[in-house]
């Protein structure tokens, strides 16, 4: 959905008004002082804390493939199996044997892309 400048400014206002950019600062501090005890680059949480807010502030939506991902990675670890948990069963009985094997790459590459924004968020995440 496009929004419109006045749309834009509008929000812009209500995140100054309610101090939205103080919160971001101080819980920015707090982050540093964190990753400085943890030992973690400084900067890299700086640039994943700034890529957060700017989706925060985009409203984007997390990424349900991702959060299923990330479910799977907290409770189970790196699987051997994870393209067959990932795969919708009822979608790929349907499927012809080339277009499985489309399925499967595709499924295999976003699990790939997942895995690896995993692996950067959860350097960054309190555990």
Known sequence: MERSLKALAKEAKRRMKKGFWKECEEKLASERSYAKEQGINESK???Y???KVASSIKGETPDEFYEKVKTMLLTEGEVSDAIGRLTDREYYATLSYA???RYNLELSERYLA???R???EYEFERK
């Open 99 to 101: 277009e499985k094997q």
């Open 118 to 120: 995993f692996k950067r």
């Open 45 to 47: 949480l700086e640039r």
């Open 114 to 116: 997942a895995l690896k």
């Open 49 to 51: 804390f700034q890529e």
